[in-house]
């Protein structure tokens, strides 16, 4: 059993709106430090497969049939 930790975030040239309002809260806490946010999605997946590299191969899968939409997001996958 494997486990496949899954970030998936906006490109860079996709605005984020949610980043922007976060990041303007932040900003009224006081915490003038935090120079940008960017807020994406974190997915956690069992994966019962023969080897590591067949459960990344089945999250990969995963990402781009259904996770993750590839004309306006990046994923990362870690498998443990």
């Given at each position: 059993?494997y486990?496949?930790?899954?970030?998936?975030?906006?490109?860079?040239?996709?605005?984020?709106?949610?980043?922007?309002?976060?990041?303007?809260?932040?900003?009224?806490?006081?915490?003038?430090?935090?120079?940008?946010?960017?807020?994406?999605?974190?997915?956690?997946?069992?994966?019962?497969?023969?080897?590591?590299?067949?459960?990344?191969?089945?999250?990969?899968?995963?990402?781009?049939?259904?996770?993750?939409?590839?004309?306006?997001?990046?994923?990362?996958i870690?498998i443990?």
């Amino acid at each position: 059993m494997y486990k496949a930790k899954v970030n998936i975030t906006l490109r860079k040239s996709i605005l984020d709106p949610k980043g922007k309002a976060a990041h303007h809260a932040l900003q009224n806490l006081g915490l003038n430090n935090v120079e940008d946010v960017r807020i994406g999605k974190f997915v956690e997946m069992n994966i019962a497969a023969g080897s590591k590299e067949e459960a990344y191969e089945l999250a990969e899968t995963a990402c781009t049939q259904l996770l993750a939409n590839e004309v306006m997001e990046d994923y990362q996958i870690d498998i443990e």
